[in-house]
């Protein structure tokens, strides 16, 4: 009996352990989503950069077999190097995105560092590449022009890359993380030459389109209402640097709306610039070719009486 009773009170303690520990669990769990998603930005902040990119990758992986039926009969090697970039930058933008509590997690500072760097550089790399491929005008195609393009943007996003790792790692500026309580003068003085120089390319190629040397860019609008938003988005992003630097409030304010626009919709503006017209090329092709035939069988001869 008294073994029976003994056995009993073993399980009604190992069963409030039990409970204590899942609520203990359960807490833990509650307190990390809490902070994942309300803490260091803000709630409104961390679910537009999560489901906008998320929203994005998903895209991708919904038209991927499309994609990549294409590419295989198309052949055109700079496409299909664009379109892996684009997927490899996409998953680390997603990473980002999600993780933005690392930025004020204590003890994640070094992985948040290396992350938005890597991130940061994809991003550059393709911002780049298509700058140098709208350069090189009509002529741009081929194997030579892909190769061109990518060492040159390779050597241009490679030292951007080192110059902030020195900064980051040898100088301990924080480049990624932003505090307006301690605003760091050489770090803002520092984006506001990298905003400087986006603004002036993006400055001086749409100059180009209003001037002489317009013949040398694709005759496409696409690209041309591309410059305007990129010129657009970096001014802005110049001018918060501006007065971040200056200790203003409302400066770090609109860099980080500047910071959200970027990630959440630019990788889906490029992708509608530079991709999406080759994608529906076969099926605009296919549609000349019914209206063709109906033209011939005659569908279309009431249209002219």
């Known amino acids: 009996m008294r073994s029976l009773e003994e056995a009993v009170g073993s399980a009604v303690s190992i069963s409030r352990h039990g409970d204590l520990n899942t609520a203990v669990g359960g807490g833990f769990v509650g307190r990390n989503m809490y902070g994942w998603l309300f803490e260091c930005h803000g709630f409104w902040h961390n679910v537009l950069l999560i489901t906008s990119s998320l929203a994005f990758a998903l895209y991708l992986a919904a038209q991927a077999r499309k994609s990549f039926s294409k590419l295989s009969s198309g052949r055109s090697s700079i496409m299909i190097a664009y379109y892996g970039c684009l997927w490899l930058v996409s998953l680390l933008n997603l990473t980002w995105c999600s993780l933005q509590a690392w930025e004020c997690t204590p003890g994640n500072e070094v992985a948040w560092n290396i992350l938005s760097l890597f991130t940061s550089s994809g991003m550059l790399f393709l911002e780049v590449s298509l700058v140098a491929f709208l350069l ?79 013949e040398r860019l694709p005759a496409r609008p696409g690209f041309y209402k591309y410059i305007i938003i990129m010129l657009i988005m970096n001014a802005l992003a110049l001018f918060a640097c501006g007065l971040t630097g200056n200790g203003a409030g409302f400066g770090l304010w609109l860099y980080g709306a500047t910071i959200v626009c970027y990630h959440a919709f630019y990788l889906p503006l490029l992708y509608l610039t530079f991709l999406a017209d080759f994608f529906q090329e076969e099926n605009l092709q296919l549609e000349n070719v019914y209206y063709s035939e109906m033209k011939d069988a005659g569908f279309f001869d009431g249209d002219w009486e």
């Open 136 to 214: 090189q005008g009509n002529s741009a195609s081929g194997l030579h022009a892909l190769t061109r393009t990518f060492v040159v943007s390779g050597l241009i996003v490679g030292l951007d890359l080192l110059l902030k790792a020195i900064y980051l790692f040898g100088f301990g500026i924080p480049l990624f993380i932003d505090d307006i309580e301690s605003p760091h003068k050489v770090k803002w003085g520092l984006w506001v030459v990298h905003r400087l120089v986006l603004t002036g390319v993006y400055g001086s190629i749409l100059f180009m389109y209003h001037s002489r040397w317009r």
